[in-house]
């Protein structure tokens, strides 16, 4: 078809000089007649001059041109004014549901859906030619299975071939699957879908089967409600109205619009989603081409973790899996530890509190635990040594405030000093504190696999910690003794024990409150050969005047019993060993000297070292002094001096806030669309709790 020199091909329009409009009875708006006057040139591609309510035969010369030329143009230019799709709509509309030809009905309709590919992200065309989209489904008895996603929100009414689905489905007597109940939930017009899901859909859309299935395994069972549908079409043109009622098995549909109930499950179970996606809807808020990364895929819920989404994740899971012995496992080196997670490198020194915590948290999701996780009072890694990972599930969670666990921390504590003070620190040893830690009867199992690596780890890398004697000396006297009897087998161990052990186990015992004489009759008791100077000849003795003996004992009175011999010789040339070993034994049970604070790169708008916050880490400190310095950072700046200053973004956010609520019962950092700010009531209360450096 040629009009005004324009070649238009595909049909599916109407042509001529009379077709009247239903309702106006003035020229159908989508006639394209050909005896009106087209521009030669200058076409309104933008549709500035084109009304409202569009009719072909009002508009301007140059919107028809425009019109006709996109027409030519295989109705597919998305520079094109959505006034001119509209024009074409309304013929489409008109010949479907007021002239009643179906037999165009599958070209209509395969062309709609065509355009609404193209043009959907207008609001209004997008509304217009969906409601189309439903009412010919009802028209024709053809109902495909709506697929889930955000752009069924229309915000106006639930829509008809969603309507019409689920009462299908409810009508059969069939049970609504998880696509069934999602896109109820997304159509429905009191919805607000969050950033997150709409963000995330692919992931949410995972998540949301998972909570489908636990909460209804065989499907949700909807009854069928006393409504019934009837379809009102509305003329994208305004020019008439249609009523169309749809019939399964010879009988009308069930309408589900006025239901309620099933839905307060459903919005629960979404906002659920959308909680669980935050950190990784953040995530890829400010980097969207991190999806499919290690970082992303530790940030996967765990619901959904051995999906595609999480596979980088569980990539890396099984390869630290790999590395563990048959003991369940491995010692590694924290930067390669950190790497292999995709963890960024920090300064020198030990890790960062907030990226220790991270650290912890990624492993837990790998069903592995490490030693030491400060979360469990066992201190912050130094960078450049290793940590022991172990198989736990979980990550080994255990409650280290527990009594038990506390006592045999303790006394783990005791025995690797014990087993290090001759600097040998051989399997016999560690094998006998491992037996301590597999024969406590107050353990469970999480909490023997967290302390055996504990016990590794203080093993393979010694400790100083100068608060086990002040924790000794007040534990009950019944601990005292189990502590004492484990040092003790720490140094049996291997068979005998070196000066150092001795002066250790004498320090030990006195600290405690035990009678050292005890010490000594355990030693003795144990066969034990304590290391001394070799004997080369044997010892004579100079002869003299000999002693007189003493009065005659009292014939009625027993001999005594036999008493051990304590070779008082041998102990006092232990105890008289060189100062050197007093040093050592000095140096193990000194304080610990202030953790170091890692390295950092100075930003010229950091606050300087007298500007510390009392109870929050110097890292952590400027970083927050910094933020109030500047009143508002966006979202980027702050990740670029978390990073300066050796943190993790999130996590330092998570470490400052919570900092916050124990002094001011709020947070601190407050994030919006603007960045991150102080609130003004709180900048002054930094000052009551700043220190000098």
Known sequence: MEIAGHTIRGGLFFVGR????????????????PSARVAASGADVAGSSVPYWPSYSEITP????????????????PDYGICYPFIFLYGLERRLFHDGETGDAAAIVAEVERLLAIYGRDYSFRTYASKLLGAAAALLDDVPKPTPSPALWTGEELPVAIRLHLGRRIAEGAALDADDAL???????????RTAIERCFPEARLLWEAKFAERFPSGMKVAAPKRTMLVRYGAASGEFEAEIVPSFAGRPVPDVVGL???????REALDACSEELQPYSRLLGRKPEARGTIEAAFLVPKTIANTEFGAPAKAVGDALRARLTTSGMAATPVRTLMSSLGMPDTAEGKVPAATATQLGAILDRLDLGIEPDRRYGSGTPGLEGDVILFSAPGGGNVDSDRDEYKAMRTMIEVAVLAAAADDSKD??????????????AGLGAAERARLQAFARHLMSAGTKQGNVLSRLAKMPDLDRKRVARSAMSA?????????????????????????????????????????APVSIAPEEVAVGVAIPTGPSADASVAAPAPVVRVDQARLDRIRSETSAVSQLLADIFEE??????????????????????????????RLLRSVEARGTVDRSEFDRLARDFG?????????????AFDRFDESILDEDDDGLTVPDHLRAALSDVSETA
């Open 592 to 621: 610990d000297a202030e953790d170091p604070a890692p390295v950092v790169r100075r930003d010229a708008a950091s606050v300087t070292e007298a500007e510390g916050l009392i109870g929050l880490d110097r890292a952590h400190g």
């Open 491 to 531: 140094v049996l161990a291997d068979g005998h024990a070196s000066p150092a052990e001795i002066r250790f186990l004498e320090k030990l015992y006195k600290t405690m409150g035990l009678p050292v004489d005890d010490l000594y009759s355990a030693i003795h008791r144990g066969a034990i050969e304590v290391d």
């Open 183 to 193: 896109v109820w939930l997304l159509g429905h017009p009191e919805t607000r879908t």
């Open 647 to 659: 943190l993790l973004p999130d996590g330092a956010i998570e470490t400052i806030n919570e900092w």
């Open 427 to 440: 399997f016999a040893e560690l094998a006998a504190i491992e037996a301590d830690i597999a024969a406590s």
């Open 260 to 266: 309620s109930a099933p839905l307060k499950w459903m």
């Open 18 to 33: 009379e077709l009247q409009a239903p309702r106006s009875g003035r020229k159908d708006p989508s006639l394209l007649d």
């Open 62 to 77: 140059a919107a028809r041109l425009a019109h006709l030329q996109w027409l030519a143009g295989g109705r597919s230019d």
